[in-house]
């Protein structure tokens, strides 16, 4: 099985800051990475994805994420925040082949909280 | 544009009873789950089934049973509430991973909060 480590629960910043959110995984094999993001009262929605190529991948909204393999991170960026960005960011990894193939194992979230 | 429907949106049961959380996608997923989510905990399966006709249990499946009913449903049923089980579920669907094509990407729902007292 997989291991997700957030290491931050809590991130509290100021609006136009920049932000680093850290992940970091356990895993054997080769995987595919994710980080998602649920606003409050809301399900989670794909924030960005990386399965091959290039190791950084940018959402459409600013966030980046830079896939570090010898180091078995995962780490999600925004080098200015807004309020909105508000949420609990939780990040993710699947395996690529194996029993457990395609299920999704999750970190335990970080609270993304923006001040004004 | 529904995606992923779950009901109820709220409920709150005594210790004891029982009752089934029903979740709908129109996505013409393979795949759906059921997560529950506590506080500092993120997010644990509960159940999965990988394609129409099949289920698996997750990291916590204790306490629960699942049904996919037909492709389209997965509903989740707690036989006999206990206040362990207070939490927030999301039902989730997905197309079967496929290590060449891409990987599995979830889609949740709005979820279902649960009190059992």
């Known amino acids: 099985a997989q291991s997700v480590t957030q290491l931050d629960s809590q991130v509290p910043v100021f609006e136009e800051a920049p932000v680093e959110l850290r992940c970091n995984y356990s895993s054997s094999v080769s995987v595919y990475l994710f980080w998602y993001v649920q606003y409050p009262n809301q399900g989670l929605q794909l924030l960005l994805k990386?399965?091959?190529?290039?190791?950084l991948v940018e959402s459409i909204n600013g966030f980046e994420a830079e896939f570090n393999k010898s180091q078995t991170s995962f780490h999600l960026r925004k080098p200015s925040v807004h309020i909105s960005d508000t949420a609990e960011y939780f990040c993710?990894?699947?395996?690529?082949?194996?029993?457990?193939?395609?299920?999704?194992?999750f970190g335990r979230g970080t609270q993304l909280t923006v001040w004004p | 544009n529904a995606g992923v429907t779950q009901t109820p949106k709220f409920q709150v049961l005594k210790t004891g009873q029982s009752m089934t959380l029903q979740c709908a996608q129109d996505?013409?997923?393979?795949?759906m789950y059921w997560y529950r989510q506590d506080p500092g905990m993120g997010l644990r399966l509960i159940y999965y089934?990988?394609?129409?006709?099949?289920?698996d249990k997750g990291e916590v499946p204790n306490g629960y049973n699942v049904s996919r009913l037909n492709k389209r449903e997965f509903s989740l049923r707690l036989e006999s509430a206990a206040p362990s089980q207070t939490s927030v579920y999301f039902c989730?669907?997905?197309?079967?991973?496929?290590?060449?094509?891409?990987?599995?990407?979830?889609?949740f729902g709005a979820g279902s909060r649960l009190t059992v007292l």
């Open positions: 990386y399965l091959s190529g290039s190791t």
């Open positions: 996505m013409n997923h393979n795949s």
């Open positions: 089934s990988a394609s129409e006709g099949t289920t």
């Open positions: 989730a669907s997905s197309h079967k991973a496929d290590p060449v094509v891409g990987a599995n990407v979830l889609t």
């Open positions: 993710a990894v699947s395996d690529r082949g194996g029993s457990t193939l395609g299920r999704l194992y």
